[in-house]
């Protein structure tokens, strides 16, 4: 079975930091590509950052381009947002999302969800 | 930055067909994908590229994309249906999310 599972969310004082984890099993971790998308309290989803399979390639929203970094290990099946300078803006929760396998029509998609994990940005 | 528009809530009675939208510049050049979202848990993928339903998705769950305005059409509503749903689709290796449809079944 598929699982996702994050860990690390935590009250945080503004500008201050924090490291997401989300431990990944039940697949092949490094043949898919993963991203973070988080979801404000009350608001809708917002995808933050992604990250090829290998890790060579990231991208970010514009909203946190700077302040967060995506990582993988995919020695430990474990995928990281490490989040710098942070603000009441990134108070969500914070979900761990596996893309669709590639070179197949779901590779694309975001064919799995983690549980998520609260992130909260206040003094 | 792409914008993906959707109305904020749509209501139905079970058993009827509701139509939820999403619009986007040309959003018929892009695939849309759709997310389910129930309370509490995490969002559940119900469509891929543009159409296709996932393993395990109900038949009455269907989908189009064309010109500006992608459409999700769940037929037979039923009361398991009340949901968030989002539209998502991807701008220059960025993915754009809707800011989603709060569908009630009366």
């Known amino acids: 079975e598929v699982q996702l599972l994050e860990s690390g969310g935590d009250l945080v004082q503004p500008g201050g930091s924090l490291r997401l984890s989300c431990a990944a099993s039940g697949f092949t971790f490094s043949n898919y590509a993963m991203s973070w998308v988080r979801q404000a309290p009350g608001k809708g989803l917002e995808w933050v950052s992604g990250?090829?399979?290998?890790?060579?390639?990231?991208y970010y929203a514009d909203s946190v381009k700077g302040r967060f970094i995506i990582s993988r290990d995919n020695s430990k099946n474990t995928l990281s947002l490490q989040m710098d300078s942070l603000g009441a803006d990134d108070t969500a929760v914070y979900y761990c999302?596996?893309?669709?396998?590639?070179?197949?029509?779901?590779?694309?998609?975001?064919?799995?969800w983690g549980q998520g994990t609260t992130v909260t940005v206040s003094s | 930055s792409y914008i993906l528009t959707q109305s904020p809530s749509v209501s139905v009675s079970p058993g009827q067909t509701i139509t939820i939208t999403c619009s986007g510049d040309?959003?018929?050049?892009?695939?849309v994908y759709w997310y389910q979202q129930k309370p509490g848990p995490s969002p559940n993928l119900v469509i891929y590229r543009d159409n296709q339903r996932p393993s395990g998705i109900p038949e009455r769950f269907s989908a189009s994309n064309s010109g500006n305005t992608a459409t999700l059409t769940i037929s037979g509503t039923q009361a398991m249906d009340e949901a968030d749903y989002y539209c998502q689709a991807w701008d220059k290796d960025a993915a754009i999310f809707g800011g989603g449809t709060r569908l009630t079944v009366l």
């Open positions: 999302a596996k893309r669709g396998a590639p070179k197949t029509v779901m590779v694309d998609a975001f064919e799995t």
């Open positions: 040309k959003l018929g050049d892009k695939y």
């Open positions: 990250i090829s399979e290998s890790g060579y390639s990231t």
